[in-house]
C-alpha cells in the first residue's frame, strides 16, 4: 500500500498553494501526496472561462506551480486517480483503480462539480460544462467552426463565456431563469448596466425562461424552452451552479451537508482531517454563520482568527501552516497561535 503522511485530496487551486506553502515551509521530500482527478498538474480555474478559454493565456501560464516544483520537492503528485471512499479510524482512502493509499493527516480539497441539465436531450454532443481544463479546450475546440451559441445560465461562468464567445464572433443568447442578469449577486442598476453593455455586442436575452429540452441528431440543433420557443444554435454551454463534490465521504461519518462541515480552523470532527477551498463548509466567526464559498479569495484569503482581535487571516497560507504544525506535533493538535503571524 502507498502512503504519505500528509495527503491532499484533490488536486485543484487548493492543492496547487498547499504544496506550495508546505514547501516554503521546510516540508521533505516523500512527505506530501496529491490525489487528483484531474488530468493535469494543479492550475488556475479562473483562466478557463477567461484568457485562457480566450486562446490569450497558455497551459504553462496558468500552472500554480511549474511542471518540475513537485518533482524535484518529492511531492508525489498522482493525477487521474479517483478516490472513492475515506476511512478516517484507519486512515486510508479507497482508490477507485483498486487498492488503498495511507495517510496520517488528510486535506480534503475536492472542490465542486457543475450542476448538469436532467432533460431530454441532456446527453447531445456539443453541450458543455466548464469546470477543468479539459472542459476548458472542449468548449474551445467546438466554438471554432459554430455560428451561433446558447449560453444557459447568467452567473459569472455564463458571463464570462458568453463575452468571449461574442468576441470570436459567435451570435449568442443567453437564457436566464430570473427576470435581468445575475440577480443573486448584482443590484437592479448593475444588472441593467450589464445586459446594455452585452446587447451592444450583439448578445440576446431569454429572460424569465426554463430549458425544457435540447433537439438535434447527434449534436444540439436547438434549446426548447417551457413556453415552446425554439433557440436554434450550433453549440450549448451550461453553467447552472455546481455542488461540492464529497460522494467520497458518504460513509466516512465525516459530517456533511452542503459541503463538508468544519470549524473556524477548517478541522472536521474527525482528527487530522480537514477541509479547505469550495468543499468546505465553514464556521465563518466574523459573520457569525456556516458558509462555503465558491471563490478563489476564499482559498487564499477568507481565513480568520479566533480571538480578540478577530483581526482577517492574511491567507489560506498561514492556515496551511496549521497542518504542518499538526503533523510535527506529538499530540496531532494544532498549534493555531504560532501559526496566525
Ligand atoms: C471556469 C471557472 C472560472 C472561475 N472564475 C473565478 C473567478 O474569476 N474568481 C474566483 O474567485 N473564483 C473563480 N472560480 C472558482 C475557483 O476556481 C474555485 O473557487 C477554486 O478552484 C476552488 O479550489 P478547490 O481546490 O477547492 O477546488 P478545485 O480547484 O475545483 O479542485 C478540486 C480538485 O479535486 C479533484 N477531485 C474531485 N473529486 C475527486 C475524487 N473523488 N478523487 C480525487 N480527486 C478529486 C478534482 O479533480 C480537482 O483536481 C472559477 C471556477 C471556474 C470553474
Not at 131 to 141: E, P
Not at 194 to 203: A, P
Request: glycine letters at 10%; aromatic letters at 6%; hydrophobic letters at 40%.
Amino acid at each position: 500500500m502507498n502512503e504519505s503522511r500528509v495527503v491532499i485530496l484533490g488536486g485543484g487551486m487548493v492543492a496547487g498553494y498547499a504544496a506550495k506553502q508546505l514547501v516554503e515551509l521546510g516540508l521533505k521530500p516523500g512527505e506530501l501526496a496529491i490525489l487528483s482527478a484531474d488530468t493535469a498538474i494543479p492550475y488556475e480555474r479562473p483562466p478557463l472561462s477567461k484568457g485562457f478559454l480566450a486562446g490569450k493565456e497558455t497551459e504553462e501560464a496558468i500552472r500554480i506551480n511549474p511542471e518540475d516544483f513537485y518533482r524535484k520537492r518529492g511531492i508525489d503528485v498522482k493525477l487521474g486517480c479517483v478516490v472513492s471512499a475515506v476511512d478516517p479510524l484507519r486512515k486510508r482512502l479507497t482508490l477507485k483503480s483498486g487498492g488503498e493509499f495511507g495517510f496520517n493527516k488528510l486535506i480534503v480539497a475536492t472542490g465542486a462539480r457543475p450542476r448538469t441539465l436532467e432533460i431530454p436531450g441532456a446527453q447531445l454532443r456539443n453541450l458543455h460544462y466548464l469546470r477543468s481544463l479539459d472542459d476548458s479546450k472542449a468548449i474551445q475546440r467546438s466554438a471554432e467552426n459554430v455560428k451561433r451559441a446558447v449560453v444557459i445560465g447568467g452567473g459569472f461562468i455564463g458571463m464570462e463565456v458568453a463575452a468571449v464567445l461574442s468576441h470570436k464572433g459567435i451570435e449568442v443568447t443567453m437564457i436566464l431563469s430570473d427576470d435581468r442578469i445575475w440577480k443573486r449577486l448584482f443590484s437592479p442598476q448593475m444588472s441593467s448596466f450589464f445586459e446594455w453593455y452585452y446587447m451592444s455586442r450583439g448578445v440576446r436575452f431569454a429572460k424569465n425562461a426554463t430549458v425544457s429540452e435540447l433537439r438535434g441528431a447527434e449534436t444540439v440543433s436547438s434549446v426548447v424552452l417551457a413556453n415552446g420557443q425554439a433557440i436554434a444554435c450550433d453549440m450549448v454551454i451550461a453553467g447552472i451552479g455546481v455542488r461540492p463534490a464529497m460522494e467520497m465521504l458518504s460513509n466516512s461519518r465525516i459530517d456533511i451537508g452542503d459541503g463538508v462541515m468544519v470549524n473556524e480552523y477548517l478541522e472536521t470532527g474527525s482528527p487530522d482531517i480537514w477541509a479547505a477551498g469550495d468543499v468546505a463548509n465553514y464556521e465563518d466567526v466574523l459573520f457569525g454563520k456556516r458558509r462555503r464559498v465558491e471563490h478563489w479569495d476564499n482559498i487564499l484569503g477568507r481565513f480568520i482568527r479566533r480571538g480578540p482581535s478577530r483581526a482577517p487571516r492574511r491567507s489560506c497560507q498561514q492556515e496551511l501552516q496549521c497542518v504542518v504544525a499538526a503533523s510535527e506535533t506529538a499530540g496531532g493538535r494544532l498549534h493555531h497561535e504560532s501559526s496566525r503571524r
